[in-house]
Nanobody, 124 residues
Framework: QVLLVESGGGLVQAGDSLRLSCAAS????????IGWFRQAPSRERRFVAAVTWSGGATRYADSVEGRFTISRDSARNTVYLQMNSLTPDDTGTYYCATSPISTILTSTAAYQYWGQGTQVTVSS
């Protein structure tokens, strides 16, 4: 059974940085895509970034392009999300998820397994 565990969230001030981790186990991720989504209170879950496990291709939401960097460590089965220049709009619960589809898609429907999430709060 695939298990995804997020960590690294916390309370920070605007302008600060955080690095989130997503540790994956229980599956063969060679052809998968690992994505990060976030969900603010009373809002829908939205795509943030994703990376192909095999080749390292990436895609970002416009709102985080240039500030966030997604990467993967195949040896550790872990995906990271480095978040810089955080703003209060980045506040939310951050989830990682896997998709078996070879093209990076931004819809939650394309992702099969989800972690429990880690909370990120950015104060102004």
């Amino acid at each position: 059974q695939v298990l995804l565990v997020e960590s690294g969230g916390g309370l920070v001030q605007a302008g600060d940085s955080l690095r989130l981790s997503c540790a994956a186990s229980g599956g063969a991720f060679g052809s998968d895509i690992i994505g990060w989504f976030r969900q603010a209170p009373s809002r829908e879950r939205r795509f943030v970034a994703a990376v192909t496990w095999s080749g390292g291709a990436t895609r970002y939401a416009d709102s985080v392009e240039g500030r966030f960097t997604i990467s993967r460590d195949s040896a550790r089965n872990t995906v990271y999300l480095q978040m810089n220049s955080l703003t209060p709009d980045d506040t939310g619960t951050y989830y990682c998820a896997t998709s078996p589809i070879s093209t990076i898609l931004t819809s939650t429907a394309a992702y099969q397994y989800w972690g429990q999430g880690t909370q990120v709060t950015v104060s102004s």
